[in-house]
């Protein structure tokens, strides 16, 4: 293992992104979007598998919670937090739909969904993302290299050019936090 080259790569992925415009300017959009969801009293979902589920927990929780200072809390939820409504879903049904019955349950037009998954291709996300779509909630997804399946029934949808996992990763919780603290600065502008 070469520890300089992995982090070597993360850089030049992240390089890779601060150098794509059309992803900066889709950052900027997303940040609108959500401004103005929160701003209607909507509220902003997000979805994923595995470490994806925690990028969406640990982004939802900005919102909720705060970011860098006090304000009030935005109206954001990861859908897999509810452990008994997953695992009735997906031994009742299939795990394919966890996402896409909790969007039917609560999703109301106007809100935001946002999948995370480094593929695009995530089953769960794609279905999740199709029903948005159909309730009018608007879509957002944060995909590796391609966007994958996601890219059909995305509004918005932020590409980290690469195909690795881990730096695919990085650079979604990294875009995630430029979201938060956009989000948080048109909401509550600093004195």
Known sequence: MDIKEIINQSIKTKQEVLNNNSIIEEIKNIVDVMVACFKNNNKVLWCGNGGSAADAQHLAAEFSGRFYYDRPALNSEALHCNTSFLTAIGNDYSYDIIFSRMIEAVGKKGDV????????????????????????????????????????????IISVPSKDTPRVQECQIMIGHIICQGVEEEMFPKK
Request: aromatic share 6%.
């Open 113 to 156: 969904l946002v999948g995370i998954s480094t593929s695009g291709n995530s089953k769960n996300v794609v279905l999740a993302l199709k029903e948005a779509k159909q309730r009018g909630l608007t879509t957002i997804s944060f995909t590796g290299e391609g966007g994958g399946e996601m890219k059909n029934y995305s509004d918005y």
